[in-house]
């Protein structure tokens, strides 16, 4: 199986080179920084204005310590009740981070729940209650700069291409809407700056 394409800009094309995940999870921090240096020898000098090289999804600690030499954000999923953890590790790389992929599945959706990423709760105001908590701990770390909810229509009970068959939705996959979940969204949402802000200072 390969892994994701790594990808660095130069004015010309774009490099790519996909490695194997046993490899990956093998490397020292110092291979990682061998490797990179390899793909992006100078950064200053391949890097096209306006644009931002993110690394994606990384996990394994060697990886993600070298990366925040060679990338602008660091971009990770986390389907914890509460991503304050995750948040303050990725922090050590010093540049700002995204959660791609979080979300809270409910129990009383009618959704066998059995194949899919972590958590369940009871009901749909716990999910929206799970959404609130998420979020507003992800916007006290100063360096989260983004989240993204997984995935706006709930999975097939018959599952998908890979056997998920999860709650995972703002709808139904009939297009209903989850109201308290979707409500707490746009009222959080409406805040997020503010809180970053704030906890930005308090910070400081």
Request: aromatic share 8%.
């Amino acid at each position: 199986m390969m892994a994701p394409t790594e990808q660095c800009a130069t004015p010309a094309r774009k490099m790519s080179i996909a490695m194997p995940w046993a490899r990956r999870s093998e490397w020292p921090d110092a291979e990682h920084r061998r490797w990179r240096s390899r793909v992006c020898p100078s950064p200053n000098k391949v890097k096209i204005d306006g644009s931002l090289n993110v690394a994606k999804r990384l996990t394994r600690s060697g990886v993600v310590d070298a990366a925040g030499n060679s990338n602008d954000v660091i971009s990770f999923n986390c389907y914890h009740i509460d991503p304050s953890a995750a948040c303050e590790a990725y922090a050590a790389t010093g540049k700002p981070s995204v959660i791609g992929e979080f979300s809270f599945r409910g129990a009383d959706s009618g959704l066998p729940n059995t194949n899919g990423a972590r958590p369940v709760v009871a009901t749909q105001a716990e999910r929206a209650a799970g959404f609130r908590h998420y979020v507003t701990s992800a916007l006290r770390q100063r360096t989260v700069v983004g989240y993204r909810w997984f995935e706006h229509p709930d999975q097939p009970a018959a599952g998908r291409f890979d056997g998920e068959n999860s709650n995972f939705g703002t709808v139904t996959i009939d297009d209903h809407i989850y109201k308290e979940l979707t409500q707490t969204m746009m009222l959080l949402n409406g805040e997020a700056e503010d809180l970053h802000t704030e906890a930005a200072y308090a910070i400081a």
